[in-house]
């Protein structure tokens, strides 16, 4: 998977308004964790720096409480998107992926 592209169609996924159909709104959640999920097991796979993975994992958290999913600890599902919105433009930066393009 190249990751530059993955995290792209995840920050467009995550830029449509949150959905209140369920079944969408679980495709959607499904779609993303997906892609996180496989952007884990390449960083793994690559032996990714220490940085890259906890990006990986504040982005797999803020996605689930983002759907409701995962506690949001009191904070919005819009503040959770920003934050994972900042957590794939430093995975996107030259210290995470980009440094492969």
């Avoid at 308004?17 to 959607?28: C, G, K, L």
Wanted: net charge negative; hydrophobic share 45%.
């Amino acid at each position: 998977m190249n990751a530059l592209v993955a995290l792209q169609k995840l920050r467009s996924l995550l830029e449509e308004p949150i959905m209140t159909d369920r079944s969408i709104r679980y495709a959607a959640f499904g779609a993303a964790k997906a892609i996180v999920l496989s952007l884990q097991r390449d960083a793994d796979r690559d032996e990714m720096d220490g940085y890259t993975m906890e990006k990986l994992s504040v982005l797999d958290w803020h996605i689930g409480a983002m759907f409701g999913m995962d506690d949001d600890n009191g904070h919005s599902a819009h503040q959770h998107r920003v934050w994972a919105t900042a957590a794939i433009e430093a995975l996107c930066s030259d210290q995470c992926f980009g440094h492969n393009e």
